[in-house]
């Protein structure tokens, strides 16, 4: 037994308990272990998020940019605040060394030969505990053919994960022929909130995407959609975080650029940094001028070639 030391005497009596709120929006009724994997997923210097979602697979099978993750995506992890995907690729793909946090793809069941709305939970709390995972995400199909299912794998989601500390986000995706206008996100977004959803994750809109933000009482972040023109790419993430995204959850505008790595820094300058669309553009041609082009195995640590135009070789 160690001896026993002497009690201590320096209670700091003039200094105040600080008592302060959470840093995220509509989060600080959480539980300790909730508040701790979304700080984790939210940088609470900036309170916001860059999420790199390689989840497609799920019910698209190997997309453009996803065939093989190990070789394309691993060594964009290190640059995102958390990777969004599936169990099976966390399992055979992801090393366990792997320090960031992961949001699980929670749902599923159809492949886009069927009906999309169609799904179901696709994980069990069980394994998501064991997964170690910081969140678990479900589609909600608002509108769609199996809305009512959508919303209810949701709520046994959001259920199952309280009860274990586990935030719940809220993908909103928007079928094929729904309109998508402000008044639709709002619809999708606070009906997620509202029944539940710790966080929720829908697309950009130009006009009045300020009103989606505001009237989701709890944090969005941004879906990327289909693959843009970098510059573009900036510019939507930087209007989304100014118009109250608290992040982005960005798949094919990163591993789909081409630099991703250059890409998904630039995405972080505006979402971390505020930096202005054009000075991210900026960085992303300078860091792009220095990416491997993936042609070989450094996993982007190669350094580019030096130009050897005009010299002879010896
Ligand atoms: C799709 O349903 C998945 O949740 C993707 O994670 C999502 O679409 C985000 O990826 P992207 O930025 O490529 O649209």
């Known amino acids: 037994m160690p001896e026993a030391d002497k009690e201590g005497k320096d209670f700091c009596l003039d200094t105040q308990v600080k008592n302060n709120g959470f840093f995220l929006k509509g989060s600080n009724s959480h539980d300790w272990g909730m508040k701790n994997r979304l700080a ?17 697979g799920y019910f698209q ?8 993750i190990d070789v394309k995506i691993l060594p964009l992890a290190p640059y995102a605040d958390t990777l969004m995907l599936t169990r099976g690729i966390l399992r055979s793909t992801v090393p366990p060394e792997y320090q960031k946090p992961i949001v699980l793809r929670a749902s599923g069941g159809p492949s886009i030969l069927k009906e999309l709305s169609d799904e179901q939970l696709a994980v069990s709390m069980e394994d998501a505990i064991r997964l170690n995972v910081c969140a678990m995400a479900v ?32 993908v909103t995706a928007v079928g094929k022929d729904m309109k998508r206008d402000a008044r639709y996100f709002r619809l999708a977004c606070r009906m997620c909130a509202e029944l539940g959803a710790h966080y929720v994750k829908t697309y950009y809109i130009p006009k009045d995407f300020e009103t989606v933000t505001a009237s989701c009482p709890v944090p969005i972040v941004m879906a990327g959609g289909k693959k843009l023109p970098e510059k573009d790419a900036l510019k939507m993430s930087y209007n989304a975080v100014q118009e109250g995204a608290s992040g982005v ?14 890409m998904i820094q630039a995405v972080a300058g505006v979402v971390h940094d505020n930096l202005k669309p054009k000075e991210a553009y900026e960085m992303y041609k300078d860091l792009k001028s220095k990416e491997c082009k993936g042609d070989c195995k450094c996993g982007g640590k190669k350094k580019p ?5 005009g010299k002879k070789k010896k």
Do not use: C, W
């Open 61 to 68: 099978g190997p997309t453009t940019g996803l065939e093989r």
């Open 305 to 309: 070639a030096k130009k050897t135009a």
């Open 40 to 56: 984790r997923i939210f940088n609470p210097k900036s309170g916001r998020t860059v999420m790199l979602a390689i989840d497609h």
């Open 139 to 170: 589609q909600v199909f608002i509108g769609g053919e199996y809305e009512t299912r959508t919303i209810e794998n949701m709520t046994r989601l959001v259920d199952m994960g309280t009860r274990y500390g586990i935030p719940t986000l809220a």
């Open 249 to 262: 959850d960005m798949g094919r505008n990163i591993f789909q650029s081409k630099a991703p790595i250059a």
